[in-house]
C-alpha cells in the first residue's frame, strides 16, 4: 500500500532545481505532499485531486498522472529553507485510510 | 488555536509496562490517526477514527488499542511495551476523510522501550 518514492536522497545547491517522485502500484485517488524538518512533525504543502492537475505553492509545484499512478513534486530555484524530508502521501481509494512514502531527504547547500 | 497537542514528548518505558499517549484537537476535526515514524521506513498508519465512537485498525496495530470518546480526544494506548515499539509517534486531524482534507499533525511523541 505504501507509495514508492525517489530518488531517497538528494543534495542541491542554493538555486539549483529538483524533482521528487511518488509512485504507486495501486491506483491513485489524490496523492499529497508534506515536509518534515529534522525533529519536527510533517507540515502539508499541498493536496493534488485526479485531473492531471499541477499545483503551486510559492517555488515549488506538484503534478499528478492517474494514469501512471505517479505524480512529482518540482522545487525550483531552491533555498536553504527547503531543506528537509519530504513525504508524498496516497489514500488506497476514497475511504479513511491514508499511507506515506518512505521519504526523500533534500538538503540545500549555500 | 492550539491545534493538535501531544503529550508526553518524551517517554522511557521499561518491556512489558503499559502506557497511554495522549493526543488533543481543538479544530473540531471528525477523522484523527496515529502514525508511528522509524528510521528509513517513513509513517506507518496504526489506527484512525472518523468520529467519536468510530476507531479501525491501520497498517500496524498489533500491541496498541485506542478509543474515541469525544470529536477532541484520541488517546493511543500501549498494552505491554517492547523494544520494537521504540520510535516516534505523531498524531493527526483533519476536517474531512483524507482523499481531499490536508493532515494537521502534533509534534510527537519520542518513545524509547528498554
Known amino acids: 500500500q505504501q507509495p514508492v518514492q525517489s530518488p531517497q536522497a538528494v543534495i542541491l545547491r542554493e538555486g539549483e532545481d529538483a524533482v521528487i517522485n511518488c509512485s504507486s502500484s495501486?491506483?491513485?485517488?489524490?496523492v499529497h505532499w508534506y515536509r518534515q524538518k529534522h525533529g519536527e512533525a510533517p507540515v502539508f504543502l499541498m493536496i493534488?485531486?485526479?485531473?492531471?492537475e499541477q499545483k503551486g505553492h510559492e517555488k515549488i509545484s506538484a503534478s499528478f498522472n492517474e494514469k501512471k499512478q505517479q505524480s512529482s513534486l518540482y522545487l525550483t530555484a531552491s533555498q536553504l529553507s527547503y531543506s528537509g524530508t519530504y513525504f508524498c502521501?496516497?489514500?488506497?481509494?476514497?475511504?479513511?485510510?491514508?499511507?506515506f512514502g518512505t521519504g526523500t531527504s533534500l538538503t540545500v547547500i549555500p | 488555536n492550539a491545534g493538535v497537542t501531544q503529550t508526553p514528548k518524551f517517554q522511557v518505558l521499561k518491556t512489558g509496562q503499559s502506557m497511554t499517549l495522549q493526543c488533543a484537537q481543538d479544530?473540531?476535526?471528525?477523522?484523527m490517526s496515529w502514525y508511528r515514524q522509524d528510521p528509513g521506513m517513513g509513517l506507518r498508519l496504526i489506527h484512525y477514527?472518523?468520529?467519536?465512537?468510530?476507531?479501525d485498525q491501520g497498517e500496524v496495530p498489533n500491541g496498541y488499542n485506542v478509543s474515541r470518546s469525544t470529536t477532541e480526544d484520541f488517546p493511543l494506548r500501549l498494552l505491554s511495551a517492547a523494544p520494537s515499539q521504540t520510535s516516534v509517534y505523531f498524531c493527526?486531524?483533519?476536517?474531512?476523510?483524507?482523499?481531499?482534507?490536508?493532515?494537521?499533525f502534533g509534534n510527537g511523541t519520542r518513545l524509547t522501550v528498554t
Open positions: 493527526a486531524s483533519s476536517s474531512g476523510l483524507p482523499y481531499n482534507s490536508p493532515l494537521h
Open positions: 495501486k491506483a491513485l485517488y489524490s
Open positions: 493534488l485531486l485526479k485531473g492531471g
Open positions: 502521501g496516497t489514500p488506497p481509494n476514497t475511504g479513511n485510510q491514508f499511507y
Open positions: 479544530m473540531n476535526h471528525e477523522y
Open positions: 477514527s472518523v468520529g467519536a465512537g468510530i476507531t
